[in-house]
């Protein structure tokens, strides 16, 4: 099933009629997720499975591909970062239903009226991966190490002044 991924749906239906939702959303229309993009060019494309495992637990299952416009942190060029992503959502009626969730599983509590909105939780996953500090591939690697001068680091020393002071009492 193709459908519109604005619109808010019925976790606890789509788990029992066991629909999937596929789409493509632009960028551009994921507010929290273009606040950390260089651009809000590109879209990204998704496949929301839901259903039950063979333990009975309600699940939703993300497959998002997308092309995200990211600024390299050593270049400070742009760049486009591949993102695959591949979740099992859990879902969950209270936060204690989330020690129950199989290995594998993120909780995802839904709401008590049993709405959610696919965009969201492809915008959320999204969101998770963002790198912490953007590098793209095949970027030189910046030399870590920075040589201090020996009078920078007698300066930044507050033994040193007290060495200086002894060694002038000596003489």
Do not use: H
Not at 17 to 37: C, F, K, T
Not at 104 to 129: F, K, S, T
Not at 131 to 155: C, K, M, N, Q, T
Request: proline share 8%; with cysteine; glycine share 6%.
């Amino acid at each position: 099933m193709s459908a519109d991924s604005s619109p808010a749906v019925d976790a606890w239906r789509m788990v029992s009629a066991r629909r999937v939702l596929e789409g493509e959303l632009p960028l551009a229309e994921l507010p929290r997720l273009s606040s950390l993009l260089n651009d809000a060019e590109g879209s990204a494309r998704y496949r929301i499975e839901f259903g039950r495992d063979a333990l009975e637990v309600p699940f939703a299952k993300l497959s998002i591909e997308a092309g995200l416009p990211l600024v390299c942190q050593r270049s400070l060029q742009g760049f486009i970062e591949p993102v695959l992503i591949e979740q099992t959502l859990g879902l969950i009626r209270d936060e204690a239903g989330e020690a129950a969730l199989p290995e594998g599983y993120e909780a995802l509590l839904v709401p008590e009226d049993g709405r959610v909105v696919p965009a969201e939780l492809v915008e959320d996953e999204l969101i998770l991966a963002v790198p912490v500090i953007p590098v793209a591939p095949g970027s030189e690697a910046v030399e870590r190490d920075w040589p201090v001068r020996e009078e920078e680091a007698a300066a930044t020393n507050p033994f040193a002044a007290l060495s200086a002071l002894k060694s002038d009492n000596k003489n």
